[in-house]
């Protein structure tokens, strides 16, 4: 390939020719002795990241990976489309699939007749050799050819130790044939699970060389199917998008490519379609389905001035949107990049299991040298000693472990992906674990950040109607978040009339003329300056409601006492909830705001957290910071749940930083998880779902070790059989893909 010479601060390289998890050792260990390059390889996604200090040559990176006999060209910018990615996926499992069928039609009669004493027919042992010759050098191809390589750049890996078993029972049988007196008629084997090895130069081996490439080729193949499962999430989060867009110039409809969209472009919506990027609407109503990008369930009523992301679907009117990010920008290709990242990472169990990696291929050739050489100085009959090495070559084979912790990755990060939690990375898995205490921002995480009204008390003999209308009416003129809200509220129950002579008295209150009347809203003192009467009767009503952590206006019209408008920021339906899962998670819920001490208790005691030491209010942005870290100091593992930008802070303190994917864009790179909707329950999601990501990469890893711990010991004094040491050594690859692949059966508790 042909690459130019650019400064580059950090590169993800596809990486062509890896066959198993030593491949990638080898790869990121001749990166990593480069000066001043850092690499990951990751053997399951097939990639590469490097971080390189700035004017390191891209060449180089890509010269190291091919000098060490594997293919690499940097990831393209453009995202390839999901449908040609399948299809190479399926070109590999479809040749895996020809080959390991080829191997099964020839192989199972050579089996059969191997082991069935009665169906040995006079010259049964050439056909066997005839049929058998086909597959070691047409199935097993793959496995020679990349040993070889590997031999060429004075390496071994896991296809050494398959190739050199296959070809060792394939070569002493023909030697057996040829030298050793098996190749007379009528020469008969008995079935065995165990090796044989008391009949001299007499035994033939052609069964294991078959049945060894058989049912490693049928375990790559399956592997092959369930990797491309396995990242089935992420290749879907990239096929939400829109593939055109009609664009909306001078009044006319043109259908574009999506890539060909700019920000500020107007953008036509039709129901059926999807929004083709992030934008605001600026015509038109509907419902809006964000199921696909954030899981919610419930469409979202959108009309002029709401914002909707690129991915959703348009259910109902037409919409005409103006773009606000394209491109890369978008929420949908940050969701798909921190998804990728995080499957393209390492937990530290991977590391551990990478070193062992490292190492292991030369040691089992030198337990097999070892055991062989043993048999032989025993006594034992040259056959035994060869059945024995061979066992030994492949049952070692550590396929399993090299799959154990990216297969999980893959599978849990892209289940997360579609339920909405974004993992950053797997060392985030680790923290998950730790955890002890979950502190929780108030606004737009535990309440919905949105005041409303949520209580109306008219005095005695004013209509409650009347008191809203004309409250209303005036606060409608008002930008103020509680002004919004009662104009919002009083408007549900019709139009509001017009306001003469409006006037907002800063931190008081908006006066105005309202049907002939002089109107007043606000605090009490605008309305005793306005020599408004009556107001003392309802002073224990305003004592109630702000013991509640309301907020309280009053209203007045023609120097009369209307009534009294409570107004607070909601509790989220599902926060409750949240806080219960988190205690049956054994985590302790903290509330962290910088509200004052009567709000933050009294939304803290409708969301079940009532012990004082768990509710922290009155806090500015850096005492946020503060509070975090004096929970660090007391001994706990603080993760933080936080939406705005004054949580980034605490977000990067805390141990783990789940940020909500509604807030602002620093809190969401701050966090550690992301939660895409703003339901608190994710949060109890997301913790669940990374511990169980974590102990299904430590079982994977705790069986694949056992295996090869107790198969190595048993192969070596011979008391496995080859072709069963192969059909184990597949099937536990295939074990561990399919453990990993349960966590696609995660559930959410947030609907």
């Not at 596809?14 to 990751?42: F, P, Q, W, Y």
């Not at 337990?367 to 000693?385: Q, R, V």
């Not at 597949?730 to 947030?750: C, D, I, K, P």
Request: aromatic share 4%.
């Amino acid at each position: 390939m042909t690459t130019t010479e650019h400064a580059i601060d950090t590169v993800e390289l596809d990486i062509g020719g890896m066959t198993c998890a030593s491949c990638a050792n080898r790869v990121e260990r001749k990166l990593n002795k480069l000066d001043g390059v850092r690499a990951s390889v990751n053997f399951a996604t097939e990639r590469a990241t490097v971080t390189a200090p700035t004017g390191f040559a891209l060449d180089r990176l890509v010269g190291t990976v091919e000098a060490a006999g594997y293919t690499a060209a940097p990831v393209a910018e453009e995202r390839p489309d999901p449908a040609e990615a399948d299809s190479a996926h399926d070109d590999e499992a479809g040749e895996l699939r020809e080959r390991f069928l080829l191997a099964a039609v020839l192989g199972v009669p050579v089996v059969v007749v191997s082991m069935v004493p009665a169906w040995q027919f006079p010259t049964w042992q050439w056909a066997a050799l005839a049929l058998s010759a086909v597959v070691v050098a047409v199935c097993a191809w793959p496995f020679h050819r990349a040993a070889a390589v590997n031999l060429r750049h004075g390496a071994a890996t896991m296809d050494t130790l398959v190739s050199m078993g296959v070809a060792v029972a394939f070569l002493w049988s023909v030697y057996a044939l040829l030298f050793g007196g098996a190749g007379v008629a009528g020469m008969r084997h008995e079935f065995s699970l165990l090796p044989r090895g008391d009949h001299g130069a007499a035994d033939i081996y052609f069964e294991v060389a078959v049945g060894v490439t058989a049912f490693l080729l049928l375990g790559r193949w399956l592997e092959a199917r369930s990797k491309r499962r396995a990242g089935a999430a992420l290749r879907a989060l990239l096929a939400m998008g829109a593939k055109d867009v009609a664009v909306l110039r001078d009044g006319v409809e043109t259908r574009v490519p999506v890539a060909r969209l700019r920000v500020d472009d107007l953008f036509v919506v039709r129901p059926g379609e999807k929004v083709a990027t992030d934008g605001a609407v600026v015509e038109g109503a509907s419902a809006v389905d964000r199921s696909l990008v954030t899981g919610e369930s419930v469409p979202e009523e959108v009309g002029p001035g709401s914002a909707v992301v690129g991915g959703t679907l348009n259910t109902s009117g037409r919409l005409v949107v103006r773009a606000a990010r394209v491109g890369a920008d978008t929420q949908l290709a940050q969701m798909a990049r921190l998804v990728e990242q995080a499957q393209t990472g390492k937990a530290r169990v991977q590391r551990l299991a990478d070193r062992v990696s490292a190492v292991f291929v030369p040691v089992v050739l030198g337990i097999a040298l070892l055991t062989l050489l043993g048999w032989l100085l025993t006594g034992a009959e040259a056959d035994a000693a060869v059945t024995a090495a061979v066992a030994v070559l492949v049952i070692a084979c550590p396929c399993a472990l090299g799959l154990a912790t990216p297969t999980a990755l893959l599978v849990g990060t892209g289940r997360g992906a579609q339920l909405g939690i974004l993992v950053k990375g797997p060392e985030v898995l680790e923290s998950t674990r730790r955890v002890t205490t979950v502190v929780l921002d108030k606004t737009g995480t535990v309440t919905t950040g949105r005041m409303s009204v949520v209580e109306v008390v008219a005095a005695h003999g004013v209509d409650p109607a009347r008191l809203l209308r004309l409250a209303g009416a005036v606060e409608a003129g008002s930008e103020h978040p509680i002004a919004r809200a009662v104009a919002a509220h009083a408007a549900e129950a019709g139009p509001l009339p017009p306001v003469e002579g409006f006037r907002n008295t800063e931190g008081l209150g908006v006066t105005g003329l309202v049907d002939g009347e002089d109107v007043v809203v606000g605090r009490p003192r605008l309305l005793a300056g306005h020599g408004v009467a009556g107001i003392e009767a309802l002073a224990g009503a305003k004592a109630d409601a702000e013991e509640r952590g309301h907020t309280v206006v009053a209203a007045a019209a023609g120097g009369r006492i209307l009534g009294l408008i409570a107004v607070a920021d909601t509790v989220k339906e599902s926060s409750a909830d949240a806080v219960r899962a988190l205690r049956e998670l054994g985590l302790r819920p903290v509330l962290l705001t910088g509200d004052n001490e009567r709000v933050a208790r009294a939304v803290a005691a409708r969301v079940g957290i009532t012990a004082e030491a768990d509710v922290i209010a009155e806090v500015l942005p850096a005492e946020k910071v503060a509070a975090v870290r004096g929970l660090q100091e007391a001994g706990e593992v603080v993760a933080m749940v936080g939406d705005g930008v004054n949580d980034a802070p605490a977000l990067a303190a805390a141990d783990l930083g789940l940020s909500m994917g509604t807030g602002a864009d620093a809190a969401i790179e701050a966090g550690d998880l992301t939660l895409v909707r703003g339901d608190l329950r994710l949060a109890a999601d997301a913790i669940r779902l990374s511990r169980r990501t974590l102990r299904t990469i430590r079982g994977n890893l705790f069986w694949a070790f056992a295996y090869n711990v107790a198969g190595i010991p048993l192969a070596a004094l011979g008391l496995l059989n080859p072709m069963i040491a192969g059909a184990a050594m597949a099937l536990s690859s295939v074990f561990v893909v399919s453990n990993s692949l349960r966590l696609r059966g995660f559930r959410a508790a947030a609907g």
